[in-house]
């Protein structure tokens, strides 16, 4: 892989990671259990989706194919999307969807702040406008563990139970593949060993907080959504989010 | 003679004219952040885009107007429509084929948020954002927030999101009203 290449698949994942984590909350329109909170996951999506056209755009301009921000994320399949596992999951209950929130908080956060450093300008310039909001949703969402956490009998039960759920998610968000390697070497992507402390010891400092324990660093981790092997839950997304766009290929508007 | 519908060519040769309104002479500067002062952010029409600081700079390269914009949020939906607004009124002033830039760096602030800009949030009844948003920590306590309808101290945060991205809900303890506070960021 030449270092343009290695650095399209990086900005493809960064991108696919903001995008279907913000179609997944989109599934809340109308749905979330308050409307304060339909509000903010709302917000948080539109962020995210956001900041995916970013990346988008300028991995678009790099792989130079012809496709533009919209052909990537509404013509590719399952096995190209390289976004991590964890964005991917069902919401499910409540408290999954905050602690899955949280655990991608604490990983965009540290990563944009490093990326506001990157050798690469653009990189630099979308990451500066990303860790601002980046900071305001891990302030939210690890408000709400704290919240869920030593609130009720119910609330912790509920929570704990979706940081067992998820925590098998969590080490793809740390551990780096030469991708990673190349990146942080290239002087553009985070070091990985200093990444892997700043989240391991803010998610454990706000389970504490939260009286809420955390499984271990080196229990077995699901991996492969930077590779593009994902769980079953993507196609089901990829089947909503793209089916206008595959079935009118040519419309225009919507 | 009967007056005959204008013909494509028509339209073709029309749309190659200088415009009527056209001026001879260039517009100022001055005279542009004037005119920009006047296209209102859609989503807080109390506050104009140059208010709310995302005009960042003008300038001429010969008879070719560059604006560059920068959008408060990377998912602001109002991005758009903004750019086109700014288009518009810069068209409808006379300048031809203005080129409208979108910058991302330096990122926008709520610190570049005029005062004027600020009061008029607050008459608007927005709270406008609280002290300097370099100085607001990832973690720390909340921000004392004025109430803009009746200006009591005395308010709380319902959602640390609004009706729009940049807004955070309060409501006001003492006067009872609910309240969008322009989020410091």
Known sequence: MTQQQVLQEYLLRLADSDMILGQRLSELTGKAPAVEEELAVMNVALDLVGQARNWYEYAAELIDDGRDADKLVFLRDAHDYRNLLMVEQPNDDYAVTIARQFFFDVWHYFTMKSLVNASDERVANIAAKAVKEATYHLRRSSEWVKRMGDGTEESHRRIQDAFNLLWRFTGELVTPDEIDQAMFEAGIGPDPEQLKQDWFGMVREVAAQATLTTGEEDAWMYMGGKRGEHTEHLGHILAVMQFLPRAYPDATTW | ?185
């Open chain 2, 1 to 185: 003679m009967n007056e005959r519908e204008p013909s494509s060519v028509d339209v073709l040769i029309a749309s190659d004219r200088v415009p009527a309104n056209a001026h001879p002479e260039l517009l100022t500067e001055d005279a542009i952040w004037a005119l920009l002062d006047n296209v209102k952010d859609p989503e807080v029409p109390a506050v104009s885009v140059v208010e709310l600081g995302i005009v960042r700079s003008l300038s001429w390269d010969g008879k070719h107007l560059s604006v560059d914009v920068t959008p408060t949020y990377s998912g602001c939906p109002a991005t758009e429509l903004i750019e086109e607004l700014i288009e518009e009124a810069l068209r409808a002033a006379g300048i031809r084929d203005p080129q409208i830039n979108r910058v991302l760096t330096p990122a926008w602030t709520t610190d570049w948020i005029t005062e004027e800009g600020q009061e008029k949030l607050r008459a608007f009844g927005i709270a406008p954002p609280q002290g300097s948003a370099s100085k607001m920590s990832l973690l720390g306590a909340d921000e004392v927030i004025a109430c803009p309808l009746c200006g009591s101290k005395n308010s709380e945060r319902i959602s640390e999101f609004g009706s729009t991205a940049c807004k955070a809900l309060y409501r006001c303890l003492d006067c009872r009203e609910p309240f969008d506070y322009f989020k410091c960021i």
